[in-house]
């Protein structure tokens, strides 16, 4: 099975795989930036004299008290924005301590007496896709919408099927602010063009699933896409 390789503008991207070479670290803005990001959080929490990691019992408790009060774990972990997977390892012991990031995301649910609205993820991942296209990047336009900048990569890499009903309003008021207005990164614009993404004007109707976007002559298909096609 091939590796899953990190999104631009992960610090993982940047620091490359550690157990094996089978893909190159990526130097490019975002993840030069993610990296700084990250060292910053870890200095900090050092300094303050924090854990490196919350105690998986902790967050398991709580996962716990949400679905005995309504949630389903789908709607956990995508509202928190973590993967499956993850979630999976916290409830089954596999691993010892949570990334802090994740911990705050899961310990912000609060209980309630039914699982959130969920739609379509599409909608909400054509919306990040065609941000990045007009140059916002998608940690950027997550941070700024309202939600992680994992959750955001996630929906605009098609990892999730399904949203909330709120964050996906909350993407669309931050794309209807930016989707026709040129952002300030280049990088985004070439991860964009290299996924096949597309701007806002090429749609129709951007979130049903059968639209097909209209491109113009000159735009060249990246060979992944234009083969499967």
């Not at 590796?3 to 157990?19: E, F, L, N, T, V």
């Amino acid at each position: 099975m091939p590796d899953r390789i990190p999104a631009h503008g992960a610090a993982s991207r940047y620091q490359g795989p550690r157990r094996h070479n089978r893909w190159a670290p990526c130097r490019c803005d975002l993840c030069r930036a993610a990296w700084r990001r990250d060292c910053k959080i870890r200095d900090l929490r050092r300094l303050r004299g924090a854990a490196a990691y919350v105690d998986r019992a902790v967050v398991v408790a709580h996962i716990n008290r949400l679905i005995a009060s309504g949630w389903s774990q789908t709607a956990i972990y995508t509202t928190a924005g973590v993967a499956r997977r993850t979630l999976w390892s916290w409830l089954n012991g596999t691993v010892e301590g949570v990334q802090h990031s994740a911990a705050a995301r899961v310990l912000a649910l609060r209980p309630v007496s039914r699982t959130p609205d969920l739609v379509p993820a599409i909608g909400t991942a054509r919306r990040l896709q065609a941000l990045a296209a007009m140059g916002w990047p998608v940690t950027r336009s997550g941070i700024e919408a309202g939600i992680s900048d994992t959750h955001a990569r996630n929906l605009a890499r098609g990892r999730r099927q399904q949203v909330t009903k709120e964050v996906a309003q909350k993407v669309d008021v931050y794309y209807r602010q930016r989707c026709m207005r040129p952002g300030p990164s280049a990088c985004a614009k070439t991860v964009a063009l290299r996924n096949g993404w597309v701007t806002a004007v090429a749609w129709d109707d951007i979130d049903d699933p059968n639209d097909i976007p209209h491109i113009s002559p000159s735009y060249r298909r990246p060979k992944h896409l234009a083969s499967a096609a």
